[in-house]
């Protein structure tokens, strides 16, 4: 059974600085795995999509690399503001007839002004 | 714009009765997709549905119902079989990305809150 975590449950940095989101899952058979944010009471934001065949992607600040073979994931966040503030969700899409979406459990991030 | 459309965004719901929480879509979707969410837990699959007028149990399926009448359109009733129902509810829909790999596009959320 897939399982996805994410270490930290939650970070806290100052303005400006590069931080680094985790995230594990067990069973490397994927399709692709995705990065979401989240605000407040709010529904998921896709950020970064990365196929099961792609090691990274980019998108502005955004860096999301992929080790398919060690199952971990990681979101690069440079140059951090505020406006970063949210959680954090990676999820990974199974293989086989249901393509289901496995989520981790979020890092909520707080950047400090 | 397109996009997905949850009503409502706040609903209490005094126990024992049934409630149906609204899905709408317009970026001509074939698979919808219900989630709950609690703090800790992360996201958790209800029920999913590939196509029109088929639908399947999620992981977490118990308690709820859902009908898929129509491609644009997938509401979810929380029964009052529903042990727990207080919670955040997702409604996501999945689509061809620019990459051409399916992404899931989600809409804004409902909380339900049993009195």
């Known amino acids: 059974k897939q399982e996805v975590t994410q270490i930290p449950a939650a970070l806290s940095v100052p303005e400006g600085e590069n931080l680094v989101l985790n995230c594990s899952f067990t069973?490397?058979?994927?399709?692709?795995l995705q990065w979401f944010r989240q605000d407040p009471g709010k529904g998921l934001t896709s950020l970064l999509l990365?196929?099961?065949?792609?090691r990274e992607q980019t998108s502005g600040r955004l860096n999301a690399s992929l080790d398919k073979s060690s199952g971990r994931s990681t979101l690069y966040i440079a140059a951090s503001q505020p406006g970063d503030s949210a959680t954090y969700l990676c999820?990974?899409?199974?293989?086989?007839?249901?393509?289901?979406?496995?989520f981790g459990t979020g890092t909520l991030l707080a950047v400090q002004p | 714009d397109g996009g997905i459309t949850q009503s409502p965004k706040y609903l209490f719901r005094k126990e024992g009765q049934n409630v149906t929480l609204s899905c709408e879509q317009n970026?001509?979707?074939?698979?919808m997709y219900w989630y709950r969410q609690d703090p800790g837990q992360g996201l958790r699959l209800i029920y999913y549905?590939?196509?029109?007028?088929?639908?399947q149990k999620g992981d977490i399926a118990e308690g709820y119902s859902v009908s898929r009448e129509k491609k644009e359109s997938f509401p979810l009733t929380v029964t009052s079989a529903q042990k727990n129902p207080t919670a955040f509810y997702l409604c996501?829909?999945?689509?061809?990305?620019?990459?051409?790999?399916?992404?899931?596009?989600f809409g804004a959320g409902s909380r339900l809150t049993v009195l």
């Open positions: 996501a829909s999945k689509g061809a990305h620019s990459s051409g790999a399916n992404v899931l596009t």
């Open positions: 999820a990974v899409l199974t293989g086989g007839a249901t393509n289901k979406l496995i």
């Open positions: 549905s590939q196509i029109v007028n088929d639908f």
């Open positions: 990365i196929q099961s065949s792609q």
């Open positions: 069973d490397s058979a994927i399709y692709n």
């Open positions: 970026l001509n979707h074939d698979a």
